[in-house]
Structures are given as structure tokens and as C-alpha cells.
């Protein structure tokens, strides 16, 4: 587990004393965080399924420990890019905020008993964009698991490529596409699950090269973001449009699973892959 | 309204009285040779103030110009071409075209982005922007040059992919990341030549290439300016600032190490002489293909995966993120 991990724990709950109560964006019921908490920040009274931080996401998912890959791999700033704000500016804001390094956390640790590679994009930070520290830490991570043989599942979160970083943050979709391609070519397991939101850059790369893809309930997931679309063809897309479940409905993804059955669904779908592993390894 | 259009307009009204004075030069006994070099004088002045040093803006524009030679001009002077259609699923899509061809002696699968040049053959090709038919039918001839052993020389001229209904309802997020996959994978030579617009993923999704060429007046960038400027300030029209600041000329990408060569354009554009320009491009190709036909197939992606995975800056210091107290 990296050092900082129980800290940021540690900070979270001082946080939850000052806000108590969150309220839900969907159905409005006041809930009090503990029992959202407890219930894997999924609103007990009409199943909105909150964005999760990666750290909160990392302790509901791996079993014990959980040891990170590439924490070392920091932001740098190769367009010099200033807007409104400098993007070393926007970068300290979102590690403030998210008290994350970068967009993703990776590492290895188990997921029902089964030794895994995990990748958990957040949101928070830059709307989980993929600059050259996500799409490195990607490649680091699936290099890992090619390397000891361990099934690959990453949660994605993302507004897509990240503007800042340029055609650099481009080239993230080909580098992260060429680790896909050699990890899976010697016969690993990969799995995505697609959680609110997936768009752009990250859904047109790793997310839909999957072996298999799962998604939360209303996770919205595209590649164009719904503004652009709206815009283009000038009128108001229906409500379900995006969503995991239009996404199941059209053949895109496996499956829709609620977050509640998420680790049991994950740790089934690892079973199944060692026992291909194991007869493999015994027929060769 | 383009604005390399409109700042050549008074160019192409000089040529024209140049022209003329030219032809009354030649039938009448007064020598007006003074007057025409005075013109010719204030011609190549004014053509030194637009095109001497033109700004990332005038660059996406020149790459958008109407009378820019497209795809199709290009695979027009292949010595042979047979065009393969359709993805084998849903549609053939017109923005993409693509199929056997012979650059010289040399048997290529060729794949080109197809933007219109009027507004009707616009309408039919979508200006350009694939939908995830099109990308399919892209894996698919990519697929088959791999399995034949042919070279895979694409064209890449789009503003991006499709962002309509359609287009999310057949999930062009999986159309582009599988093509991204399969020229990953392809077990032959690839190269990828920018002559007007890379628009982001949908641009990328065909030039993952063991060589990466691009005219002198061409962009690629991560997203188009509009939609850069639409995203991060959600006002596309701050497109001139995002041009500006995303680096995203041939020359920033050569910088990069993105783009590996370009190649030079007349003065004035790409399109104030075709011909030259295309056999130019075309002499690149093959050039290209050349050195990359001796590496054997293994050795040819290991170059392009180490290609791929070297490219990104960051620091590797860490940093210290968590502060404990308020």
C-alpha cells in the first residue's frame, strides 16, 4: 500500500465530521455519509451510484494490501501550457482536491483471492483525463501483469484525452493500446469496468479492448460527450442515451452490475479465467 | 469563411492583371515590361506577408483549404488502384476509402480519409469524419494487408470521427480502439501521411505507423481547436487560442518526435501546385516503405511498440501530495 494511503483515509474521516451529510444528486434524499459509506456509496433509496475516489474504490475491491506501480511517475508540463490558470497551477488545485498524485492509482493486490494487476482512474482529478502520467502508468501496469502472468481489471473514469498535455496525451491511446496488445497476446485475462463516466480518448482505447467489459448501473459512457453531440445535431438527447444500460441493450458492453456485486462478479470472472489458465499450462 | 481563401484573394487578382498585361506585352509595340515587374514586385511581397511565416491558426486553415488536394488526388497517381468497400456489417461509409493499390511496382493496401470538395460530395462523404462503419471497414483492410504481407499506406485527412447518434449507437468508441489494436499488431510495414486535418482519436485510429509524414501545412492535434476550445472553456470560439496553444503544427510534432519527416508545400500551399506535391509525398512513401521492407515482422513491432511507449514527458520525482493538517 503506498505511504499515503492510510493518511488520505485519516483525512477523509476529519473531512466526514465537517460534512456529515451528503445529499443525493438523483432522487435528493439526505443521507448520512457513514451509511453511505457502509453501503459502497451507492444511495440506499433509489440506487444512485455515486463517483467514487480511486482510493475508496482500491479498499472496497482488493482483500488486503495493496502494492502500488508507478506512484513515482509524476505530471510534467511539456507545452507550457497556461490558460486562464498555468497548468501546473490546475494540477496542484486537483492534487489538493483529490489528494491523488494523478488520475490513476495502480497496483497489484487480490481481488477475491485472486492475485491481480488494478488500475482505478478518479474523476476528481482532471476529470480523470489521460495525460502521459495515466497513460504510462497503464503501460507500467499491464508490462507487470504480463510479466507474472496476473489477470489486468482497470475501473475507467474519464472526460477523455487530456488538452493540457497536447498530442502527447494523444499518443497515451496508441502507447496504452500497445501494452493491451502484448499483454493480452500471450494468453492474460483483461477486464474493464466502465464506471461514470467513460468518454473520449479512454473509452476509444483500453476501455473497449477488453476481453471483458463491465459498467455500473447509469454510468454514462460514449465517445463523444453529450454536449457535442447535442450540439452537433442541434436537439436534446433522451435521457437514457450513454448510459450502461443503452450500452447492454445495443451489445457494447457484457454486463451491468451494480456496485454491491461488483467484487463477486470480478472475483467469478477471475475464477473462470485461471481454470483456462490452469488447463492451458497442463495441456502445454 | 477560410482564412487562407480570403488572403489569397488579392494574390489571385494580381495574377490575373499580370497575366494580362503579359498578353498585351506580347501584341503591342509599348514595352510594358516596367509595369509587370512593379506588380510582380508587390505579388512576391504580399506573398511573403502571408505565407513567410504563417501562425498555427492560418495553418489549420490552409489545411482546411477547399482546393487542397484530397485523398482521392492522391490515389489517383498510384499506378493502380482496386477499391475494396464496406465493413461486412452494417453500411459502406464514403469517408473512408480504401483498397488494393500499386505505388510503383510496389502492391500496397491503401486507406485513406475522403473529405468532399463541394458541398454535395460533402453531404455523401460526411465531410470527412468516419462513422464506426468506416473504422470497421479500416480494421478490416488493415487486417487483411497484415495477412497477405502487404504494406498499409494511409492517408489521414479528418476533422475527427463522427459525433452523431448513429455513430454512439454502433459504438465508435470500439471501432476506433480496434483499429488502434490492429495496426498495433499488423505484422507489416505501415506508414501514415498527414495532408490536411489529424483530428484526434479519429485521426489516430488510422495512423499508428512505423513512419508518420506530414505536409508542411498540416495539424495534428488532440482534439480539433473548436473542440478544444469547447471543452476546456466550453466557448469553441476561442479556437485561434487553442490553436495556438496545443502545438499541434507539423513542425511542433516533428519536435515531438511524433512525426518523423515532413514534407515541404509550394508557397502559397499544397494546392498552388498538386502535382508537385503528391509526387513529392508519394517519392516520401515510397522511400519509406524501402527501409522498413528489409525488418523482419518481429522486429518491426518491437520498433513500433518501443516507438509508442517511449513517447510522453513526465518528471520522476515524487512529490509529496498529502498534507495532513488544514
Known amino acids: 500500500m503506498p505511504d499515503w494511503l492510510p493518511r488520505r483515509r485519516a483525512k477523509n474521516e476529519q473531512a466526514e465530521d465537517a460534512a456529515t451529510w451528503s445529499k443525493c444528486p438523483k432522487c435528493s434524499e439526505v443521507l448520512y455519509r457513514r451509511d453511505l459509506a457502509a453501503n459502497l456509496w451507492v444511495c440506499p433509496r433509489c440506487g444512485h451510484h455515486f463517483r467514487m475516489s480511486a482510493v475508496d474504490r482500491i479498499n472496497i475491491t482488493v482483500d488486503g494490501d495493496f502494492k502500488e506501480i508507478g506512484g513515482d511517475v509524476l505530471p510534467g508540463d511539456p507545452l507550457e501550457w497556461v490558460d486562464k490558470k498555468k497548468y501546473a497551477t490546475k494540477l496542484a488545485g486537483d492534487r489538493e482536491k483529490s489528494q491523488l498524485s494523478e488520475a490513476v492509482i495502480c497496483g497489484t493486490g487480490k481481488i477475491g483471492g485472486f492475485e491481480t494487476a488494478i488500475g482505478v482512474m478518479d474523476f476528481h482529478f482532471r476529470g480523470g483525463t489521460m495525460g502521459t502520467v495515466v497513460g504510462e502508468r497503464i503501460s507500467m501496469l499491464l508490462e507487470r501483469a504480463r510479466e507474472f502472468h496476473l489477470p489486468c481489471v482497470i475501473f475507467t473514469a474519464s472526460g477523455g484525452a487530456r488538452m493540457e498535455e497536447g498530442m502527447l496525451a494523444l499518443m497515451q491511446l496508441a502507447k496504452t493500446t500497445a501494452a493491451v496488445a502484448r499483454f493480452r497476446e500471450d494468453g492474460n485475462f483483461f477486464v474493464t469496468v466502465l464506471t461514470d463516466p467513460t468518454t473520449g480518448g479512454v473509452s476509444a482505447s483500453f476501455a473497449f479492448q477488453a476481453d471483458v467489459i463491465a459498467a455500473e448501473p447509469k454510468a454514462m459512457i460514449g465517445f463523444a460527450g453529450r454536449r457535442v453531440i447535442e450540439q452537433t445535431i442541434r436537439q436534446k438527447l433522451p435521457d437514457q442515451f450513454q448510459t450502461a444500460e443503452f450500452l447492454l441493450e445495443k451489445g457494447h458492453i457484457d454486463m451491468v452490475v451494480p456496485r454491491t456485486d461488483l467484487k463477486a462478479t470480478l472475483t467469478r470472472l477471475l475464477d473462470y479465467a485461471a481454470a483456462g489458465h490452469r488447463a492451458r499450462t497442463a495441456a502445454s | ?326
Not at chain 2, 488502384?81 to 488494393?100: K, S, W, Y
Not at chain 2, 468516419?130 to 471497414?137: A, C
Not at chain 2, 496545443?246 to 518523423?260: E, P, S
Open chain 2, 1 to 326: 469563411m477560410n482564412l487562407i481563401v480570403e488572403r489569397e484573394r488579392g494574390l489571385l487578382e494580381l495574377e490575373k492583371r499580370i497575366a494580362e498585361l503579359r498578353a498585351a506585352n506580347a501584341q503591342q509595340s509599348l514595352d510594358l515590361s516596367p509595369e509587370i515587374r512593379a506588380l510582380e514586385e508587390k505579388y512576391s511581397q504580399i506573398q511573403r506577408e502571408i505565407f513567410g511565416s504563417m501562425t498555427p491558426w492560418q495553418k489549420v486553415h490552409m489545411a482546411r483549404h477547399p482546393n487542397r488536394p484530397t485523398a482521392a488526388d492522391y490515389i489517383a497517381e498510384f499506378a493502380q488502384f482496386d477499391e475494396l468497400h464496406g465493413d461486412r456489417h452494417f453500411r459502406d461509409d464514403h469517408a473512408i476509402v480504401g483498397g488494393f493499390a500499386k505505388l510503383g511496382e510496389r502492391s500496397v493496401m491503401a486507406i485513406a480519409q475522403q473529405r468532399g470538395r463541394d458541398t454535395k460530395e460533402n453531404l455523401r462523404r460526411n465531410f470527412g469524419m468516419p462513422s464506426p462503419e468506416g473504422y470497421r471497414k479500416v480494421q478490416r483492410l488493415a487486417h487483411l494487408a497484415s495477412h497477405l504481407g502487404l504494406p498499409i499506406v494511409t492517408f489521414v485527412d479528418t476533422k475527427g470521427a463522427d459525433p452523431g447518434i448513429g455513430s454512439e449507437e454502433r459504438a465508435q468508441s470500439e471501432a476506433i480502439a480496434a483499429c488502434l489494436y490492429e495496426f498495433t499488431v499488423a505484422r507489416v510495414p505501415i506508414v501514415a501521411t498527414v495532408i490536411g486535418e489529424g483530428g484526434s482519436g479519429g485521426a489516430l485510429a488510422m495512423s499508428i505507423a512505423d513512419r508518420i509524414i506530414m505536409l508542411e501545412h498540416s495539424y495534428y492535434s488532440v482534439a480539433s481547436p473548436e473542440g478544444c476550445a469547447a471543452i476546456l472553456w466550453s466557448d469553441a470560439s476561442k479556437a485561434e487560442e487553442a490553436a495556438t496553444r496545443l502545438k499541434l503544427t507539423a513542425q511542433d510534432l516533428l519536435q515531438f518526435g511524433i512525426a518523423d519527416e515532413i514534407v515541404p508545400e509550394p508557397t502559397g500551399g499544397a494546392h498552388r501546385d498538386p502535382a508537385g506535391t503528391i509526387s513529392r509525398v508519394l517519392k516520401n512513401i515510397g522511400d519509406a516503405l524501402d527501409e522498413l521492407a528489409s525488418l523482419p515482422a518481429a522486429q518491426l513491432k518491437e520498433a513500433r511498440y518501443q516507438k509508442y511507449r517511449r513517447i510522453g514527458a513526465w518528471q520522476n520525482e515524487r512529490l509529496e501530495v498529502v498534507k495532513t493538517g488544514p
